[in-house]
């Protein structure tokens, strides 16, 4: 929607790849694009939303 926007983040958690980490968090209920997808590997793409949802987002990422 307005004011979304798109980050690419590093992903480097235990050996996991994008496409792995991005099946993962799917199964969590949260949707991201594996940067493979982009010519990114090892990258995931993130649609920014407001705070909570963000909040969501980095929480589940760092419990990985």
């Given at each position: 929607g307005i004011g979304d926007?798109?980050?690419a983040q590093r992903v480097?958690?235990?050996?996991?790849d994008d496409l792995k980490?991005?099946?993962d968090l799917a199964r969590e209920g949260l949707l991201v694009?594996?940067?493979?997808?982009?010519g990114l590997p090892g990258f995931l793409r993130?649609?920014?939303a407001g705070g909570d949802?963000?909040?969501?987002?980095?929480e589940t990422l760092s419990v990985r």
């Open positions: 926007a798109l980050v480097e958690l235990a050996g996991d980490v991005a099946d694009r594996p940067g493979t997808e982009f993130v649609t920014t949802v963000m909040d969501l987002v980095a």
